[in-house]
């Protein structure tokens, strides 16, 4: 990019840094969407308020009207948002307000998606790290917008977290076994041993992707909660190509709305729904696989096969290790970059395991009780899981959880329709470890969890009578998935482990991936204003967590975008 473009993304920093500054939670844009007019116009209509379209929205609105529409609330309406404590309650909440939405994958695996400004970054375990220098090439991304714009997202919202005994004794657990060099505290994604950032602050207070708003011009940018939109709006008459010029929501008493372009040609609609959202609403849209659509009753617009093709879920294998002393409560700060593509992560001291077992209990009573799927996992072994976990616990949070992920994956499913409300979870296929490398990957990163287990380092919080074979007949005895489980004890193979016991990291991505549904600016192939801008164009997820990467995205596209529309010259 030449010097016009710095010159001109060098005049939009100075306006977002000085000129307008609403601070969180006291937006004045943001409002329900029971207050918004029938119809209304605008340059820019963003679809998702979540980790790619605040920061989207808060950037175009420097030099255009703009439109973000979020179906669900705010997150500084929810104090369990706010505490690094709370994660676990935020993430597993069921209610039909809860910032996340639950779903279960046709693999058997439970899962959740955002349902909240700020998306994925109000409900995750808050890790913050860069993708790979490699990562950005091979996607054919600008490195200096790049880096300025993950500068622009970490002012906001990024901290150094204070390493405390668990996370420390893990760290050292790493080295011991291996995963060198020790890189210290960077947001760099290099191979080693590292500690990373977190979107909480020293405060343990979340700052999530809604923070990026304060950006944001308070006169150019409006912003509807609680609006689920349905349709995107194609016109045909006169044009080469369907172009989309308005969307139909609905607010949370029912209410009709209808939002339109404004007149012009580089006015667009913005999808930043994620992985499941943005897919989903392209197919209602008259966007998609035409015999999907024909299916379901649905006017095809463009006959796009590769729509909700490419899910991909990077899957979590780990142990639970029940503490001989107490834990701090930690979310993911340490991590190890594996040579062999796994990262090793952990966590302590939540508040996670006796719910999080009860509750799967329940759920897997029922599945069991409605299919004739074999299982080891019975409800009384399941009971004994519970039972020996609280014994552990005994009234205080003395446990800590050893993670690892794979890269990728390579493994991939799809995404089908299953009713015409976009407020419904479709149907999600992730095909878990379908592809042998992914298995090879897990079994890596298991070994090396085993490796750490016995290191020195974590001695001293191991109960010395509990071995680390019972560590992996706990895992196996609890219900962490619907999946049939087999042979439990010393005979279970690494690889069997990692199939029934797989989980999800929830950084799900692909479905409207570049090359296939999008082109390389973003835009949907096949109409015109349109584009995409989330996690649902990645082929892999990028780096050990995708959120950092997910609010670069939307801050270099906001800024690309706004170039092109003004070609000023200076």
């Known amino acids: 990019m030449g010097l016009q473009f710095w010159r001109f993304a060098a005049i939009i920093f100075l306006f977002h840094g000085f000129c307008f500054a609403e601070k969180a939670p006291s937006y004045t844009f943001v409002k329900d969407a029971t207050s918004a007019p029938l119809i209304s116009y605008y340059d820019y209509i963003i679809v998702g308020g979540g980790t790619s379209g605040c920061p989207l929205a808060a950037t175009l609105s420097q030099n255009a009207t703009v439109l973000l529409l979020e179906k669900g609330g705010s997150p500084y309406e929810n104090p369990n948002i706010t505490d690094t404590g709370n994660f676990a309650t935020t993430l597993l909440d069921p209610s039909p307000t809860s910032p996340s939405q639950q779903f279960i994958s046709e693999d058997g695996v439970y899962n959740a998606r955002a349902r909240v400004l700020g998306g994925g970054s109000v409900i995750n375990a808050g890790f913050y790290t860069r993708a790979s220098l490699r990562y950005v090439r091979e996607v054919g991304w600008t490195e200096s917008l790049v880096n300025s714009s993950y500068e622009w997202v970490e002012k906001k919202v990024a901290h150094e977290p204070p390493m405390l005994q668990w996370q420390s004794a893990v760290r050292d657990g790493l080295l011991e076994a291996g995963v060198l060099p020790y890189n210290g505290f960077t947001y760099d994604h290099i191979y080693g041993t ?87 609403l392209l197919m209602l849209s008259g966007v998609g696989p035409a015999n999907e659509l024909r299916k379901r009753g649905i006017r095809v617009v463009v006959d796009q096969p590769n729509v909700g093709q490419g899910m991909s879920d990077n899957p979590m294998n780990a142990l639970f290790v029940p503490s001989a002393r107490p834990v701090e409560v930690s979310l993911i700060q340490v991590v190890g970059i594996t040579r062999f593509d796994s990262y090793i992560e952990t966590a302590s001291g939540l508040s996670l395991a006796p719910s999080w077992a009860q509750g799967l209990t329940r759920d897997y009573s029922s599945f069991l009780n409605k299919t004739d799927i074999p299982s080891l996992v019975t409800p009384e072994t399941v009971a004994e899981a519970v039972e020996t976990v609280n014994s552990y616990l005994n009234g205080t949070i003395r446990a800590g959880v050893i993670l690892e992920k794979i890269m990728g994956p390579r493994s991939t499913g799809h995404l089908r329709l299953l009713t015409l409300d976009a407020d419904d979870n479709p149907s999600v296929t992730f095909n878990y470890f379908q592809e042998p490398e992914d298995l ?82 973003y835009k949907v192939l096949g109409v015109d204003g349109l584009r995409v801008i989330d996690g649902s164009t990645f082929y892999n997820s990028p780096g050990t967590n995708p959120q950092a990467t997910c609010m670069m995205l939307g801050r270099y596209m906001g800024l690309r975008i706004l170039h092109d529309r003004d070609r000023i010259s200076f």
């Open 194 to 280: 590292k500690v990373s950032g977190t979107i909480f602050d020293e405060d343990g207070h979340r700052h999530s992707a809604a923070d990026l708003l304060e950006y944001a011009d308070p006169e150019k940018l409006t912003v509807y909660l609680r609006a689920v939109v349905q349709r995107i709006k194609f016109t045909e008459t006169g044009r080469a190509k369907p172009t989309a010029h308005c969307v139909t929501f609905y607010d949370h008493v029912g209410a009709r709305h209808r939002a339109c372009l404004n007149n012009g040609g580089k006015n667009e609609i913005i999808l930043s729904a994620g992985a499941i959202g943005s897919p989903q």
């Open 440 to 521: 090879v990957r897990c079994v890596q990163g298991m070994r090396t969890i085993i490796d750490v287990l016995n290191s020195r380092a974590l001695s001293k919080f191991r109960y010395p009578d509990v071995s680390v074979q019972e560590l992996i007949d706990l895992m196996v005895n609890i219900p962490t998935n619907l999946r049939p489980r087999h042979v439990v004890g010393a005979s279970i193979s690494l690889e069997q482990f990692c199939r029934d016991t797989v989980m999800t990291i929830w950084h799900y991505h692909g479905g409207c991936q570049v090359d296939r549904v999008v082109d390389r600016d």
